[in-house]
């Protein structure tokens, strides 16, 4: 569930705030046990999402480093070689 949750500080271009919330739903998903909550538990569901969305856009912003943005397209090369390695039948 929670392999989906990526880093997203330090990219070039920033993280963008659909990447955000997809992180804040995995995040809330993994902690509370729902992929989809109950009717009864949605608004509350819902809510937390958004919260650790703001806090996360928050973080983000807060951050600060000297090392040069990573480029996506050699991280995301990277990851799809180690995919490939990892599940080489």
Known sequence: MCRNIRTLYNFEPPATSE???AAALQYVRKISG???P???NAEAF????AE???VSTRLLE???TAA???DREVVVARARVA???RYAA
Do not use: G
């Open 34 to 36: 729902f992929t989809k």
């Open 52 to 54: 650790v969305a703001a």
């Open 38 to 40: 109950s009717q009864a």
């Open 83 to 85: 995919a490939a390695r």
């Open 46 to 49: 819902e809510r937390a999402v």
């Open 62 to 64: 807060a951050l600060q």
């Open 19 to 21: 990447e955000v919330n």
């Open 68 to 70: 040069p943005p990573k």
